[in-house]
């Protein structure tokens, strides 16, 4: 394997100074960036920094104003959505977008529907069963096993997200991207859904938005501090909360 495989297989998505206007305002300044394979990856920032920006231009939400994204050693600078999906990467936004009808099982097939067209047409029998055994073994991982046949709209804030993640991961993500996946939960569901992350990083790269920085300091592998649209700072978890510039931008800041 030659040294810029290597790199390639370590790196899975990498920035190139990307920015991001929204008209002549500047939400995001030249962020360079690494994210390793394996490795839960925590950006976090204090209100209005630029996190959910870059989040969008990491999922492909956005195309940057300026530099490039790669996934896994490809340049896909503006490349559609469902192109990055295609390749590998998943999202959860802040806002739900679960089916409220529909059961939890119903809403987990429903994701994985969304993917029929890779199964083979000819076998439809065998592709029903795949379908319905692979829902099942998702709802096991993200923890609903148990609450499988209730409609989702019954469920609990912290399920309901974790629903969602069990939709997201239908198309069997490399890399998963969670914008504040503990928004508005209890410190008992922000608990979960942490437990929850860390499951999930042991089989598939996670990369996780979030302005609660304590929340993440115990499961990040590395952690990049957004201020003002610019990366401030970035390290293990040590090291940015040892970072003096980190430390006066959360000073005063009520801690959670
Ligand atoms: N579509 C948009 N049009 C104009 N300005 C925007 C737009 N989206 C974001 N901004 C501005 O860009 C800046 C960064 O916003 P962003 O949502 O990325 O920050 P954030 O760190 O995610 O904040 P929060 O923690 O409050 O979600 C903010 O000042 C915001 O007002």
């Given at each position: 394997m030659s040294a810029a495989?290597?790199?390639?297989?370590?790196?899975?998505l990498r920035t190139r100074g990307v920015g991001k206007t929204f008209g002549k305002f500047v939400a995001l300044n030249n962020i360079s960036a690494e994210f390793?394979?394996?490795?839960?990856?925590?950006?976090?920032?204090?209100?209005?920094?630029?996190?959910?920006?870059?989040?969008?231009l990491l999922c492909g939400a956005f195309a940057p104003t300026k530099g490039s994204v790669e996934f896994e050693g490809k340049d896909v600078t503006g490349l559609p959505q469902h192109r990055f999906?295609?390749?590998?990467?998943?999202?959860?936004?802040?806002?739900t977008s679960v089916f409220p009808q529909l059961t939890t099982r119903e809403n987990i097939?429903?994701?994985?529907?969304a993917?029929?067209?890779?199964?083979d047409i000819w076998r439809p029998r065998a592709r029903l069963t795949e379908l319905v055994e692979?829902?099942?073994?998702?709802?096991?991982?993200?923890?609903?096993?148990?609450?499988?046949?209730?409609?989702?709209?019954?469920?609990?804030?912290?399920?309901q997200r974790a629903l969602e993640i069990g939709m997201a991961l239908a198309s069997q993500p490399r890399l998963l991207l969670l914008d504040e996946p503990t928004a508005g939960m209890s410190p008992e569901e922000t608990r979960t859904m942490m437990d929850l992350i860390v499951k999930l990083a042991k089989e598939r790269t996670v990369i996780l938005v979030e302005h609660k920085m304590k929340l993440v300091l115990g499961i990040s592998d590395r952690i990049l501090v957004l201020?003002?649209?610019?990366?401030?700072?970035?390290?293990?978890?040590?090291?940015?909360?040892?970072?003096?510039?980190?430390?006066?931008?959360?000073?005063?800041?009520?801690?959670?």
């Open positions: 495989e290597r790199q390639t297989e370590e790196i899975i390793s394979r394996g490795a839960i990856t925590s950006i976090i920032g204090p209100n209005g920094a630029g996190k959910s920006t870059y989040f969008n999906a295609h390749m590998g990467i998943a999202k959860s936004f802040q806002i097939r429903v994701g994985l529907q993917l029929v067209s890779r199964y692979r829902a099942d073994e998702l709802l096991a991982l993200v923890g609903l096993w148990e609450s499988r046949e209730r409609a989702a709209k019954t469920l609990a804030h912290g399920e201020h003002h649209g610019e990366l401030l700072a970035e390290g293990t978890p040590q090291e940015v909360r040892q970072n003096e510039a980190v430390k006066r931008v959360y000073l005063g800041q009520r801690e959670h």
